[in-house]
């Protein structure tokens, strides 16, 4: 492992449960209550496709683009003090996406917003094992900002190009 984890981090088979088990149904069930709602208040004239999209919906595939962004920097390219600021993007965007859906009805706004709670344990953990790891060569943390190191490849690489 190339970054000291916290003494409370949970073994790692947790983390799979609870994004298949847990947040995934979560976000599936708050957003199936949401367009349900949505569509039984739309008109015979508003054709029913367009309860997805809506802002509710839409602020959820933000937090979703936020999160796939996030586990690029930390899981791929490592750049663990980067991965700080993004946990916070990631964060942010799940309590507006909760926001949005309790706006639009309450109920799936409670569930999304259960997932919070991960996302606060797992933010935690993030800038807490950024907080405890050092670089071995320089003895300074990774650095919050994104950078690229003069003479070193950039870790960021784009499979189309």
Same mark, same amino acid.
């Given at each position: @492992? /190339?970054?000291?984890?916290?003494?409370?981090?949970? *073994?790692?088979?947790?983390? *799979?449960?609870?994004?298949?088990?847990?947040?995934? *149904?979560?976000?599936?069930?708050?957003?199936?209550?949401?367009?349900?709602?949505?569509?039984?208040?739309?008109?015979? %004239?508003?054709?029913?496709?367009?309860?997805?999209?809506?802002?509710?919906?839409?602020?959820?595939?933000?937090?979703?683009?936020?999160? /796939?962004?996030? @586990?690029?920097? @930390?899981?791929?390219?490592?750049?663990?003090?980067?991965?700080?600021?993004?946990?916070?993007?990631?964060?942010?965007?799940?309590?507006?996406?909760?926001?949005?859906?309790? %706006? %639009?009805?309450?109920?799936?706004?409670?569930?999304?917003?259960?997932?919070?709670?991960?996302?606060?344990? %797992?933010?935690?953990?993030?800038?807490?094992?950024?907080?405890?790891?050092?670089?071995?060569?320089?003895?300074?943390?990774?650095?919050?900002? *994104?950078?690229?190191?003069?003479?070193?490849?950039?870790?960021?690489?784009?499979?189309?190009?």
């Amino acid at each position: @492992n /190339d970054r000291v984890m916290p003494s409370w981090t949970p *073994p790692g088979f947790i983390f *799979p449960i609870v994004w298949i088990l847990l947040i995934s *149904p979560l976000r599936a069930t708050s957003s199936t209550f949401l367009v349900e709602q949505l569509a039984l208040g739309s008109t015979p %004239a508003v054709a029913v496709d367009h309860v997805y999209f809506t802002f509710p919906i839409m602020s959820l595939m933000l937090h979703l683009t936020c999160g /796939d962004i996030w @586990n690029t920097i @930390n899981n791929t390219e490592k750049r663990y003090g980067t991965s700080v600021l993004g946990i916070a993007t990631v964060y942010a965007s799940a309590a507006f996406a909760a926001l949005q859906y309790y %706006a %639009a009805y309450p109920p799936s706004g409670q569930l999304l917003g259960a997932t919070l709670i991960w996302l606060t344990i %797992a933010s935690s953990l993030i800038v807490q094992t950024w907080r405890l790891s050092v670089d071995e060569n320089t003895g300074e943390k990774d650095s919050l900002l *994104p950078r690229k190191i003069d003479g070193e490849e950039s870790r960021t690489q784009f499979s189309w190009f």
